[in-house]
């Protein structure tokens, strides 16, 4: 079965930190694009950070830039977002998706988004 599956989210307070995991079953995250994309209440979804096919730029949402670090561990085929100095504004559902690298560099998140996971959800209080 084909599927990402998202963990590691959960409740945080204010300049905290959280790692979230995207674990991928079914195929190989080698030459995939993946995406961290995130949801609030009330608000379009948004992309986060994304890592192109050949693990060159990386792409992050100037909201979380310097903050937010997207990496990929091949053999344990997983994406990690590791999330720093978190504020009640990084508060939503977030989601991992991978496809075709459509062009991601540090100004592009350019993911074609074939597969998503289930999302998790990360909590940062006011």
């Known amino acids: 079965q084909v599927q990402l599956v998202e963990s590691g989210g959960g409740l945080v307070q204010p300049g905290g930190s959280l790692s979230l995991s995207c674990v991928a079953s079914g195929f190989t995250l080698d030459y995939a694009a993946i995406g961290w994309y995130r949801q609030a209440p009330g608000k379009e979804r948004e992309g986060v950070s994304c890592i192109g096919s050949s693990d060159g730029s990386n792409y992050y949402a100037a909201s979380v830039k310097g903050r937010f670090t997207i990496s990929r561990d091949h053999r344990k085929n997983t994406v990690y977002l590791q999330m720093n100095s978190l504020k009640p504004e990084d508060q939503a559902v977030y989601y991992c998706?991978?496809?075709?690298?459509?062009?991601?560099?540090?100004?592009?998140?350019?993911?074609?988004?074939?597969?998503w996971g289930q999302g998790t959800l990360v909590g940062v209080p006011s």
């Open positions: 998706a991978a496809g075709d690298d459509l062009g991601v560099s540090t100004v592009s998140c350019g993911v074609r988004q074939e597969i």
